[in-house]
Nanobody
Framework: QVQLVESGGGLVQAGGSLRLSCAAS????????MGWFHQAPGKERAIVAA????????YYIDSVKGRFTISRDNAKNTVYLQMNSLKPDDTAVYYC?????????????WGQGTQVTVSS
């Protein structure tokens, strides 16, 4: 069973940047599509960005297009989320997970997530 550990969150001012990492152990993720999700207080967990196993294409929800970039390094078994031009509305706990590509539905267990807080 794969274990996922997210890191890289923190407190940043609006307009700032963060780079989140999702490190996997237990088995390789090189054949899996992956997604980053966020969960704000009082809201459901929702996908933010997705990437195919090949890493060639990233897909994003409208609110983060042009600001966030998802990438992966299959040799390191790690997925990244570069977050630029951060806004207070981006404040949430961020999680990664394997996904079903056709539906972006998450698979497997969740990690502990990493908190991102953007101050205005």
């Amino acid at each position: 069973q794969v274990q996922l550990v997210e890191s890289g969150g923190g407190l940043v001012q609006a307009g700032g940047s963060l780079r989140l990492s999702c490190a996997a152990s237990g088995r390789t993720l090189s054949s899996d599509a992956m997604g980053w999700f966020h969960q704000a207080p009082g809201k459901e967990r929702a996908i933010v960005a997705a990437i195919r196993w090949s890493g060639y294409n990233g897909y994003y929800i409208d609110s983060v297009k042009g600001r966030f970039t998802i990438s992966r390094d299959n040799a390191k078994n790690t997925v990244y989320l570069q977050m630029n031009s951060l806004k207070p509305d981006d404040t949430a706990v961020y999680y990664c997970n394997r996904i079903v590509w056709s539906t972006w539905y998450p698979l497997g267990s969740w990690g502990q997530g990493t908190q991102v807080t953007v101050s205005s």
